[in-house]
């Protein structure tokens, strides 16, 4: 749609807007009657609107959102329309650009950087006195797109905000090596200190950033002419920014002895442990560890939501059928239960949603665990320390004498702890306890490894719960696909499903970052230790013919049940095929 003459050079007003907003049907006259009452306001003319609340023709039941109203503008205006994702700008590249003032001033920013042009979000498309005058000072053309304006101005803030404290922390560190090169030539370069003003900023926005991109790690990884921070989002890795060696050295030391570390030990791992608030005021747990690696240490934290306490099963995507044969286990008085998985597949927050449930005012439930990932006041937790030898065998003896009736075990590493752990349940206890192994049967042959006697796991073994993670498909992008029979056949077996007469694919959009995915959930696989499976088990046990029992019984593999999430249109078969072992 070509501009109107009116609107070259000047900032968008409600008045201007309205009649284009009726002609497009998304306002009707009593509105727009309502809308010229308003008092004056130095807010954009979309975020007044948007305040207004004013129901979407579209959408019944819904009103008029501020990125919709942004669409509608850039549709008007014939520029592009961009929803900005952070994680998808380079910082460092684009904030040199132009000088925060000149940004502020004429509410934009520069979004992306290539060999002819640069990428500008404003909210004011009809504003172009910037324009000729940045292009000259770049030698680049200009691409205009319209964005959020409420978008713009927070990245404005913090985007300038991080470059101000990564340059400043930069800075210190020169002048300081510097100065001491004057003093004393061939000492070693000074770091910034890692409570320093400008260290203290990076760190805050790094973790608040982390939240309100809901990250469950965090990254930061040294190099040599540059450290990188990346985010674990969905199961997959983002980079968020690079900073100068010298910078990530002291972020890394800001977060070590914020997590209790000994931040001068900087030749062997250390593991840590902090809490903090989200932007939101919930308390998180963070898990900090760190690697000596050739260019400096590299630092992990990974973010706990404490929100895994409050999910119920169904929440964490635990069948019907599944959670019964769950519930069956862990009703138990006494017995182990193993939960598998490779890190990451969700173990933390099975067991926690279990303990949880299991933790009521007739039993005394207590935990070792290393870390203690979650603080839940509902049962005891004990935090394994391996320099004063307390280990998690030694931890679970410690338990034995204070009358726990179950006991959760954070994982079985080696004979010791599996024997103490058995030892336990011959006594009388329920014990749940984590194994890494591909799935449940598995599970068998690795106690059998570890040197437990085969008449000991048939006794004590109450069953196993294999698991991982699966992403699920955007509601908002995703889209039918079409699967061949003998493809789903192949797949599927040694169940044969019907074709689902519906299927869908990730496509992606910006709600997800064009991956297609957003959010995860588990599939299970929950093996019941009964008579015809525990008859199998013998110092030479068949994993394939107990795994053939086990099916028998009524256990379906991860597979089996990430087919059953593509058949209910959560998730893809490519996802599955991704996340789960091939069937047997």
């Known amino acids: 749609m070509p501009v109107v003459p009116d609107y070259q050079d000047r900032r968008l007003t409600l008045e201007s807007l ?176 890692a409570n320093d003003a400008h260290i203290v900023n990076i760190v805050d926005w790094l973790l608040q950033y982390a939240f309100g991109q809901r990250a469950s790690d965090i990254h930061i990884e040294p ?74 240490e590299k630092l992990v934290m990974r973010i706990f939501d404490p929100q895994v306490l409050l999910k119920d099963f169904q929440q964490l995507g635990l069948s019907p059928a599944d959670l019964q044969r769950w519930q069956h286990m862990t009703g138990q008085a006494n017995g182990i239960i193993l939960v598998t998985g490779p890190t990451g597949s969700g173990k933390t927050s099975t067991l926690y949603t279990t303990l949880r ?44 004498r204070q009358d726990p009736d179950i006991i959760m075990i954070g994982e079985i590493r080696d004979l010791e702890t599996a024997e103490i752990a058995i030892q336990a349940a011959l006594t009388g206890h329920l014990v749940l306890s984590t194994l890494h192994t591909n799935d449940a049967p598995s599970a068998i042959s690795r106690l059998l490894e570890l040197g437990i006697p085969h008449y000991l796991i048939k006794t004590t073994l109450l069953g196993v719960m294999a698991q991982r993670l699966v992403r699920l498909l955007c509601p908002h992008c995703k889209r039918p696909a079409s699967i061949n029979d003998d493809d789903w056949r192949s797949v599927t077996q040694p169940w044969p499903i019907p074709l689902p007469t519906q299927v869908f694919s990730a496509n992606g959009c910006v709600e997800c970052r064009e991956s297609g995915y957003h959010g995860r959930a588990g599939v299970y696989e929950i093996m019941l230790m009964s008579d015809g499976a525990k008859a199998l088990i013998s110092a030479e046990t068949d994993i394939q013919a107990l795994r053939r029992e086990a099916i028998k019984d009524g256990m379906h593999s991860l597979r089996f049940a990430g087919v059953r999430k593509v058949e209910a249109g959560l998730t893809s078969l490519e996802e599955v095929m991704r996340v789960t072992p091939a069937l047997y």
Not at 263 to 268: D, G, H, I, Q, T
Not at 367 to 373: A, Q
């Open 18 to 193: 309205l009649p284009a907003l009726k002609a497009c049907a998304l306002i009707d006259d009593a509105i727009a009657e309502r809308l010229l009452s308003l008092p004056a306001s130095s807010q954009h003319p979309l975020e007044r609107l948007a305040n207004q609340a004013l129901p979407a023709p579209s959408r019944p039941g819904q009103s008029l959102s501020l990125e919709t109203l942004t669409q509608w503008l850039a549709s008007h205006a014939g520029q592009p329309y961009l929803r900005i994702d952070p994680l998808k700008i380079d910082v460092a590249t684009v904030v040199p650009l132009m000088s925060c003032a000149f940004a502020q001033r004429h509410h934009i920013l520069a979004v992306a950087l290539d060999a002819d042009s640069v990428t500008v979000a404003s909210a004011e498309p009809y504003l172009c006195s910037w324009e000729a005058g940045l292009a000259h000072v770049l030698k680049r053309r200009i691409r205009r797109v319209v964005a959020n304006p409420e978008t713009i101005r927070r990245c404005t803030l913090e985007f300038y905000r991080l470059a101000r404290s990564v340059s400043g922390a930069d800075q210190k560190h020169l002048t300081a090596s510097n100065a001491e090169h004057l003093l004393s030539l061939g000492t070693m370069d000074q770091e910034p200190d």
């Open 223 to 296: 190099g040599r002419d540059r450290g990188r921070v990346r985010f674990r989002i969905d199961g997959l890795l983002h980079d968020v920014y690079q900073f100068p060696p010298q910078v990530t050295t002291a972020v890394v030391s800001r977060l070590k002895s914020l997590g209790r570390m000994n931040v001068a030990e900087k030749r062997k791992p250390q593991d840590g442990r902090v809490k903090t608030k989200s932007p939101a005021g919930d308390e998180v747990e963070l898990r900090l560890s760190t690697l000596p690696t050739a260019c400096g």
């Open 357 to 400: 449930q299991l933790a009521t005012r007739e039993v005394n439930l207590c935990t070792v665990e290393d870390p203690i990932e979650m603080v839940e006041p509902a049962f005891n937790q004990m935090q394994v320390q391996h320099n004063i030898d307390l280990t998690f065998a030694s931890g679970v003896r410690a338990l034995m």
